[in-house]
Structure formats: structure tokens, C-alpha cells
């Protein structure tokens, strides 16, 4: 804790005397009408607020009314806010994608530190777009100086937002991280996010590794099995733990672990790669690191 303490003391000016007291002329009906609606008006607004606070701090609750007078009032998407305002863990408060309304700690496990956050969309039928999980990535502060402030902390913060390097060597370095999803699509099952890992975790296999990877492939996807349930609001935390170890939690319950630095680096591609599943969140992971790199 920060002690607040001034070493210095200060002269202090002459107490000035009180002026005679000055009689306050009686308010008229008209004025003293004013000030009634005014006070109205001030506690209407303040549980007008109170109301939209509350709403918006249970994400699992819907609130159509809200969310399209939110939406006409405000951007669609607030972009992630600057490191600067989340270096105290202590005090920083969640942050809130905006378009789904969950929200993400600043801070886990005591040293990630949150760099982004994003949405995964689906097409369906290629007829509309679906909210399938919200997702935030963290990075612990301690690994990235550690092992990328030498190599790039002279930079500037635009010539760190440019550097493939920085983004390629976040991937694959032995830096802990945890990409945290929350599920929105509240019909998904557990089949399904199987199958889209499949997909997705499959074709970054075989862009990075060399051979068959198949195997690997059915170990990570083998952990979410038919038994689980994923209502809307389950988290899935895929962490990559020391010696590149994936790490896999469902609502707080390890699933399984893998050692393998092609599948940790497959993982993170998805989500902060040149192609990946949200090109804003990838932008704002970029900003933070650069802020963490300073």
C-alpha cells in the first residue's frame, strides 16, 4: 500500500475574520418550486443510474430495454481502455465488453494482467452472425519484462504496435498466459465447441507443425467431453502454464494438461495472430503490450 505522507511542512495563512452574518432574503413560491423539481429530477437520475449500474453488473441476465437504449446512447464498442488505467490491481476495476455485457477481471491468478478483450462470432446457415463467447486475453507482467523488454524495450510504442517480432515472440516464448472465454450463445453444447476446435485448433496444426498432429489434436479436443454443461455465463480458461504446459478449466474445474509448445502457439493464434478471430482485440493486446514494454 502507497503511504500518502508529505515530508514537508507548510506555512499556513491567517485565519481571516468571520464576517457579520447576512440574512437570506425569504424564497418566493416560484423559487422555492424550482428547487423541488430540480431535487426530483436529481434523484430520478440517480436511480436511473443506480438501475443501469445494476444491469450492467449481472451480464447474465438479459436486458433488452437497456441494451438498446445503452446502444443508442453509446459506441457499439468501446475500445479497450489504455494499460496506464488497469496498472493498479489492487483497485482496477473489471472491464466490460460491451457488445455481450461480460466482464472481465483486470488481474488473474495475482500476475496475468489482461491485455484484450473480444468477441467470437459464427454465421449461421450464412444467414446472421451469433454471439458465441466473449474472451479476454492475459499475459503475465512479470514473464513479458523478463523475457521481451530487453529485446524490444527501446522501441517506441508505434514501432511495437508494427513489430511482427514482439507479437510472434509473445506466442512462442515460455510467458504464462490465460485466454479466458465466456460462453454467450446459451444453446451451445459441448459438442460443438469440440468440433469448432477441431476446425480452428486443426488448421493452426498444420500451419505451424510439421507432419501428422492428429493425435494432438484428439488429446486437446478429448477434454471436453459429452458430460459437461456450458449454459450461458461457463467459463473455459486455456492456459499456458510453465514448459509451455496447456492447462484447461471449465467453471473453475481442471479439465486436463498438455505439454506442447505447438499447441500452446496454435491456441494463441486464434486469438491474437495475424488472422484471428477479432482484429480489434488483437490491436488492443498490441497497445497494452507496448504499454507494458515502456
Not at 130 to 158: C, H, M, P, Q, R
Not at 181 to 201: C, H, M, T
Not at 284 to 291: G, R, T, Y
Amino acid at each position: 500500500m502507497v503511504s500518502l505522507r508529505f515530508p514537508f511542512s507548510f506555512s499556513q495563512p491567517p485565519t481571516p475574520k468571520k464576517p457579520p452574518p447576512i440574512s437570506a432574503p425569504r424564497p418566493s413560491a416560484s423559487n422555492l418550486a424550482l428547487s423541488v423539481t430540480v431535487a426530483c429530477a436529481a434523484a430520478a437520475a440517480t436511480a436511473a443510474g443506480a438501475t443501469v449500474y445494476a444491469a450492467l453488473q449481472n451480464p447474465h441476465q438479459q436486458h433488452p430495454f437497456l441494451r438498446d437504449a445503452l446502444g443508442f446512447l453509446l459506441p457499439a464498442r468501446s475500445s479497450f481502455p489504455a494499460w496506464g488505467s488497469l496498472s493498479l490491481a489492487g483497485s482496477s476495476p473489471p472491464v466490460v465488453e460491451s457488445k455481450t455485457g461480460f466482464s472481465f477481471p483486470s488481474v488473474l491468478g495475482g500476475s496475468r494482467k489482461l491485455l484484450g478483450i473480444g468477441l467470437r462470432r459464427k454465421s449461421l446457415l450464412g444467414l446472421k452472425n451469433i454471439d458465441v463467447y466473449a474472451f479476454g486475453v492475459y499475459a503475465d507482467d512479470k514473464d513479458v519484462n523478463k523475457l521481451l523488454k530487453e529485446k524490444y524495450g527501446k522501441l517506441s510504442t508505434a514501432e511495437l504496435k508494427e513489430s511482427k517480432g514482439v507479437q510472434k515472440d509473445l506466442m512462442e516464448s515460455d510467458i504464462c498466459m490465460t485466454v479466458r472465454l465466456q460462453i454467450v450463445y446459451g444453446k451451445l453444447s459441448i459438442r460443438s465447441v469440440r468440433s469448432a476446435f477441431e476446425e480452428s485448433v486443426g488448421s493452426r496444426l498444420k500451419k505451424f507443425g510439421e507432419g501428422d498432429n492428429k493425435e494432438l489434436l484428439q488429446r486437446f479436443t478429448s477434454q471436453f467431453k459429452d458430460e459437461y454443461k456450458i449454459p450461458r455465463g461457463s467459463v473455459i480458461d486455456l492456459s499456458r502454464d510453465r514448459g509451455h504446459v496447456l492447462r484447461t478449466t471449465i467453471d473453475g474445474k481442471e479439465v486436463g494438461s498438455i505439454e506442447s509448445k505447438l499447441l500452446c502457439r496454435s491456441i494463441l493464434d486464434l486469438y491474437i495472430g495475424d488472422d484471428s478471430f477479432d482484429k480489434q482485440a488483437r490491436e488492443d493486446v498490441k497497445q497494452n503490450l507496448a504499454s507494458l514494454l515502456q
